[in-house]
């Protein structure tokens, strides 16, 4: 069993930045792909950022050119550094990490994010 820890949330205001950080106890068996999703109250869990085993990338439109995924996999950690935050980036962040072989879904406890003034 693979645990998810998530670091590096809090509370910033417009235009700030913050770095998450998501700590995996052991590896994810490759292929895999890594990713962080993130639910604002009243609304569904969204896709932020994903990236593969082999670094490909994917993001939401909202946080294109603002936010950067990346992982070191010597470390089993990945991480999101979000720039320019906007107050609609408020949401709880979830770490994810999935198997591509088994689709077997991992996932962090959360950290909350509020971007106000």
């Known amino acids: 069993q693979v645990q998810l820890v998530e670091s590096g949330g809090g509370l910033v205001q417009p235009g700030g930045s913050l770095r998450l950080s998501c700590a995996a106890s052991?590896?994810?068996?490759?292929?895999?792909?890594m990713g962080w999703y993130r639910q604002a109250p009243g609304k569904e869990r969204e896709l932020v950022a994903t990236?593969?085993?082999?670094?490909?990338?994917i993001y939401a439109d909202s946080v294109k050119g603002r936010f950067t995924i990346s992982r070191d996999s010597t470390k089993n950690t990945m991480y999101l550094q979000m720039n320019d935050l906007k107050p609609e980036d408020t949401a709880v962040y979830y770490c994810?990490?999935?198997?591509?072989?088994?689709?077997?879904?991992?996932w962090g406890q959360g950290t909350q994010v509020t971007v106000s003034s």
């Open positions: 994810n990490g999935r198997n591509l072989i088994s689709q077997y879904n991992y």
């Open positions: 990236i593969s085993s082999v670094g490909t990338t």
């Open positions: 052991k590896s994810i068996s490759r292929p895999n792909v």
